[in-house]
């Protein structure tokens, strides 16, 4: 855990984003996926911490409103918060991805009751990882199938995705960029 977390955090994106997260007052909100493994990857190959990240992805778990106006609120809230940082950071309420994800991406997305239960739906298994900072400046790192697949560098489907068509392309985009990495067949 320790490695992971001070990974994620020598990328000063990730350290800026997770230390301004509580100013947007969304709650049940998570840095999630690629920032932080890539991150760790990148540590892992001897690489700067930033490099290859396209994106950096925050959830949080809203039930009270599920329009689109209140998450774009939010949104807006995020671009001042973050408007300093040269990153493009994608945020999400997680309770109402479910209304939207069928006409998007064509496949059916159950609802969850959390932002930590979302993360476990990440189509590669070792990339459903989520820190989100707590009241005494710690931080909780949700990583619900481990995180030995990622210190292995080894990419699995994860079978409580709902939507698995795209698995293999992007485990491949990822060891384009980390050759070390490997695919393996699910358990």
Known sequence: MTDLV???LANPINRAILTRLPML???DAWLVAGSIYQSYWNALSGRAPTEGIKDYDIFYY???D???EA???VVQRAR???ADLDALI???NQARVHLWYKERFGGDYPPVASAREAIGRFQVRCTCVGLQPRADGTLDLHAPYGLEELSRGELKANRHCPDQSGVNAKAESY???WPWLTIASAD
Do not use: T
């Open 6 to 8: 001070n990974a994620a």
């Open 25 to 27: 007052g969304a709650p």
């Open 62 to 64: 809203d039930p009270r």
């Open 66 to 68: 599920l329009s689109y």
């Open 71 to 73: 998450e774009d609120l």
């Open 80 to 82: 001042l918060v973050f």
């Open 90 to 92: 994608d945020l999400k």
């Open 175 to 177: 060891r384009q960029r």
